[in-house]
């Protein structure tokens, strides 16, 4: 979305405060199930749509879309998520 009108009309399911799934499916054929090539990585899941591809942070008022977008304070949290739960330097990070 690109403004407040934009972003209202969008179906509930793809806003961020749709409830989400706390256990992500792996489907057992796909690249991180059975044998794929990711199938012993840890995965995070961030169920939050930031609509501005993780780089955004401006609120509301700023360029008066009258929308804020925030995603690069979700990716930061989600990073700092990652690393408490034992990611250090040198470990791969695929996004």
Known sequence: CWDA??????P?????????????P??????????GPFADFHRAYVPHCS???WIGDVGPKAGG???SW?????????LR???SRGMQDGDLLVF
Do not use: F, W, Y
């Open 5 to 10: 009108a934009s972003c209202g009309a969008r």
């Open 12 to 24: 509930h399911q793809l806003k961020s405060t749709a409830s989400n799934e706390e256990v992500m």
């Open 26 to 35: 792996t489907d057992p054929q796909g690249i991180l199930g059975g044998e």
């Open 51 to 53: 609509s501005d591809a």
């Open 65 to 67: 879309a009258g929308v």
């Open 70 to 78: 925030r995603g690069v304070r979700i990716l930061r949290e989600a």
């Open 81 to 83: 998520h990652v690393v």
